[in-house]
């Protein structure tokens, strides 16, 4: 079955310092794989998606992430944090048998922004 | 509307109840999907449609857990005998096809 491992639960950085959240997967196929923001009192917003072609994906608000099929994973970066960053964010695979019959989620990870 | 609209946005009920949760997907979007998110958690698959049909259910916890859509539009999930542990947020989502998902301000329901 597919899963997805965020192994931090909480990050500080320092506003301007530069970010990078895990994310692993788990699944047999070429995945397609998402990051999610959800802000305090927010839905949940797409970051950025990974289908095919270049592993290096750019998003919106300045994220970009990597795949590396042979470490499973979907690392977030941002050059530079800003204090409206602070947020969760949710990585996410594609699931079922087209890939898109359901997100996994994995358990998510908070960003704190310290001045 | 322009997103995805979800109602109500609060929803308190005593153990035992029902409750109708109402979700109103993007204009066009064929497939829509329920999740929920326990407090400190990540989102956990209910279910999805696609069109009226729900060829995937596997999420649903238990029998008293329910959803329908009517239209290829609206879907209803529906909770019988609300139990405390029922208490999360319950989110909505709908998609164009095999593409991206957007979510709803979901529906906060709480269990007393």
């Known amino acids: 079955a597919q899963s997805v491992t965020q192994p931090d639960i909480h990050i500080t950085v320092s506003e301007g310092a530069s970010l990078e959240l895990r994310c692993n997967y788990s699944?047999?196929?070429?995945?397609?794989l998402f990051w999610y923001v959800q802000s305090p009192g927010q839905g949940l917003q797409l970051l950025l998606k990974?289908?095919?072609?270049?592993?290096l994906v750019q998003g919106i608000k300045g994220f970009e992430a990597e795949f590396k099929r042979s470490q499973s994973s979907f690392n977030l970066r941002k050059p530079s944090v800003h204090w409206s960053d602070a947020a969760e964010y949710f990585c996410a695979v594609g699931a079922g048998r087209t890939g898109f019959q359901k997100l996994v989620f994995g358990t998510g990870t908070r960003l704190l922004v310290s001045p | 509307g322009a997103g995805v609209s979800q109602s109500p946005s609060n929803k308190v009920t005593e153990k035992g109840k029902d409750v109708e949760l109402r979700c109103d997907p993007i204009?066009?979007?064929?497939?829509l999907y329920w999740y929920r998110q326990r407090l400190g958690q990540g989102l956990e698959f209910l279910i999805y449609f696609q069109g009226n049909s729900a060829p995937d259910k596997s999420g649903l916890p238990s029998d008293r857990f329910s959803a329908e859509r009517t239209g290829e539009s609206v879907s209803t999930l529906t909770i019988q005998r609300t139990q405390q542990e029922d208490s999360a947020v319950y989110l909505c989502?709908?998609?164009?096809?095999?593409?991206?998902?957007?979510f709803g301000p979901g529906t906060r329901l709480t269990v007393l």
């Open positions: 204009s066009g979007h064929t497939a």
């Open positions: 990974y289908f095919s072609g270049d592993t």
């Open positions: 989502a709908s998609s164009l096809g095999q593409d991206e998902q957007f």
């Open positions: 699944y047999g196929a070429t995945p397609y």
